[in-house]
């Protein structure tokens, strides 16, 4: 997924035969990789309607699946606007209205997609306040972070193609949070690591050796 994510960020500089060729492959990749995690997200809700939440050291994982739909977001608005105008030869050529209509269809598409992104945020969020203060720190809390990243670049994402201010606001908002729960992480790992909590023989996924 993140070729997919990688390539709607470096097709806008290539010329216009190469920037195709990334645009065709970054949405190929994408959508290989979003149908992969579908298959993962589908036995990670049934594992929760079995067996609840997780444990407490356990839940900021719990943010994980938000990524999936969320940079898929980022990945296919980033790539349709990637798409040249006017192109000489070629697909875009004969059909000169594709360009706008993949806009409006990535888009829409990712206004469908970003409603299921945050029904699984509101699940993981729901699952983590109720251990607020209950949870040692342990290196799951990086799940804090790179997955409402992509969550936090979909919002924003979203506003500027919808030239909604308040979405924008929502978007700076979820911002300074997630910077704030990055320094509250890197604190926590630096303090875990000092105390010999984690990454230390026996302490992580050796701990049962």
């Given amino acids: 997924m993140l070729t997919g994510t990688v390539a709607s960020l470096v097709a806008g500089s290539q010329t216009d ?13 994408q959508g290989f990789g979003w149908c992969v995690s579908l298959i993962a997200i589908v036995g990670f809700v049934r594992n929760l309607l079995d067996n609840g939440f997780p444990p407490a ?4 994982a719990l943010f994980i699946p938000v990524g999936s739909g969320a940079y898929t977001i980022v990945a296919l608005i980033g790539l349709a606007n990637a798409v040249p105008d006017g ?17 409006v269809l990535a888009l829409f598409t990712g206004i469908f997609l ?3 992104s945050f029904w699984l945020f509101a699940i993981a969020l729901l699952g983590n306040v109720g251990v607020v203060g209950k949870m040692p720190f342990s290196l799951t809390w990086w799940a804090f972070i790179f997955p409402n990243v992509g969550f936090t670049l979909s919002t924003g994402v979203l506003g500027r ?11 700076s908002v979820m911002t300074v949070l997630l910077v704030v729960i990055w320094l509250v992480t890197v604190v926590g790992c630096v303090r875990a690591v000092w105390r010999k909590q984690i990454v230390w023989p026996g302490r992580d996924e050796d701990r049962d050796r």
């Fill in 161 to 171: 193609e919808l030239e909604s201010e308040g979405i924008l606001w929502v978007a």
């Fill in 57 to 60: 050291q356990l839940r900021p």
């Fill in 114 to 116: 970003y409603v299921f």
């Fill in 87 to 103: 192109m000489a030869e070629g697909y875009f050529a004969k059909h000169p209205a594709a360009p706008e209509i993949l806009r």
């Fill in 17 to 29: 035969g190469r920037a195709v060729k990334v645009v065709v492959s970054g949405v190929a990749w």
